[in-house]
């Protein structure tokens, strides 16, 4: 079955940027949703930046301006771009997708990636 493996990630000074990356093990039919979310410690999982099917994005306030969601189609890989990270945004970011899956039956599937762990901190 389709997955989404995660990367990037890791350790960053305040101020810093990192780039995560979002690949899905196979050749997806359509996605019509996406988009990136975070838990951070003590707190339940909260949205960052989401594209709806329509194609409008929606980021959240406490990253307006600061990071930005993109997409791949030829890698088949999606990208969460976080610049002027700040420790309040120390959390484990998870990539989701809902895709209608390739092959001789399509599947609607909702699919998360493993989560990769930001930590901002001097």
């Known amino acids: 079955q389709v997955q989404l493996v995660q990367s990037g990630g890791g350790l960053v000074q305040p101020g810093g940027s990192l780039r995560l990356a979002c690949a899905a093990s196979?050749?997806?039919?359509?996605?019509?949703?996406m988009g990136w979310y975070r838990q951070r410690p003590g707190k339940e999982r909260e949205p960052v930046a989401v594209?709806?099917?329509?194609?409008?994005?929606n980021y959240a306030d406490f990253v307006k301006g600061r990071f930005t969601i993109s997409r791949n189609n030829d890698e088949n890989t999606m990208y969460l771009q976080m610049d002027n990270l700040q420790p309040e945004d120390t959390a484990v970011y998870y990539c989701n997708q809902g895709v209608v899956t390739s092959g001789p039956v399509h599947k609607s599937l909702e699919l998360w990636g493993q989560g990769t762990p930001v930590t901002v901190s001097s």
């Open positions: 594209v709806t099917g329509g194609g409008v994005t």
């Open positions: 196979e050749t997806i039919f359509a996605i019509y949703r």
